[in-house]
């Protein structure tokens, strides 16, 4: 949950790797704020499916006793 304020609260993250800072400078502003914008989604996406798997495995559990 913090992850996904901090997303939306702070929107200039820079989130590249050396090599991602490089292709970006390149590439020029735009197309370097998109291609932060898909690291970013790339990233969040595992939280988000294990988050999931942890809610339905805590509401399996909860259930069970």
Do not use: H
Not at 5 to 28: E, I, Y
Not at 29 to 38: R, S, V
């Amino acid at each position: 949950m913090l992850f996904f304020l901090l997303l939306l609260v702070n929107t200039d993250l820079a989130a590249q790797c050396a090599m991602c800072t490089k292709t970006a400078s390149q590439l020029g502003e735009k197309p370097a704020l998109g291609m932060n914008q898909g690291i970013l989604y790339l990233m969040g996406a595992p939280f988000v499916i294990m988050g999931y798997i942890g809610y339905r495995w805590w509401k399996t559990e909860k259930n069970r006793y």
